[in-house]
């Protein structure tokens, strides 16, 4: 679009002179006009200097909590002793901060103490990987009912298959 197009365009929402036959606009009603366009601006430049102000205000305060965290519990990785009985958990075995049932898992712990949360959650993992089907049969049983159902089902399916081929070979 020609600069005297858009020109016609802004001159025609700012009222222009019709006394004159020039395409113009008195000065006061150019500042009528732009008097909103203003004040909308400048209301955007405020909220913006306050997202930005709280957006500050939130990151200082994040680096606050990592320093204090970090000066709490220092900056290396939690540890903690492994024993022969966690490195063969059972489900059975599990610490008295686990618990486990239909539809819950529940880890119980000192809230000072995260590396308390962290050796339970190990606990949980070692038990799940030598115990699944006790943890399974624990925190969803209905699902392992319906699956130990389904492998019955299908090997007396198998079973009888193999029974009426065994007959049926028997009549040959």
Do not use: Y
Request: glycine share 4%; charged share 25%.
């Amino acid at each position: 679009m020609s600069s005297g197009g858009r020109r016609s365009r802004i001159l025609a929402r700012a009222k222009p002179n019709t006394n004159s036959s020039a395409n113009s606009v008195e000065r006061s009603q150019l500042l009528e006009w732009l008097r909103p366009i203003k004040e909308t601006f400048e209301q955007q430049q405020k909220q913006a200097a306050e997202r930005t102000r709280k957006l500050a205000e939130a990151e200082a305060e994040r680096q606050a909590r990592r320093a204090a965290f970090r000066e709490r519990f220092g900056t290396a990785p939690p540890s903690w002793t492994l024993t022969a009985e966690l490195e063969s958990a059972a489900v059975s075995s599990l610490p008295a901060g686990v618990g486990l049932g239909p539809g819950k898992i529940e880890i119980k712990f000192a809230p000072d103490n995260p590396i308390a949360a962290c050796e339970l959650l190990h606990a949980l993992s070692k038990a799940m990987e030598h115990d699944w089907f006790r943890f399974c049969a624990l925190i969803a049983p209905q699902a392992v009912e319906a699956a130990t159902s389904s492998e019955e089902s299908i090997a007396t399916f198998l079973n009888e298959l193999e029974q009426q081929r065994s007959e049926g070979s028997d009549l040959d």
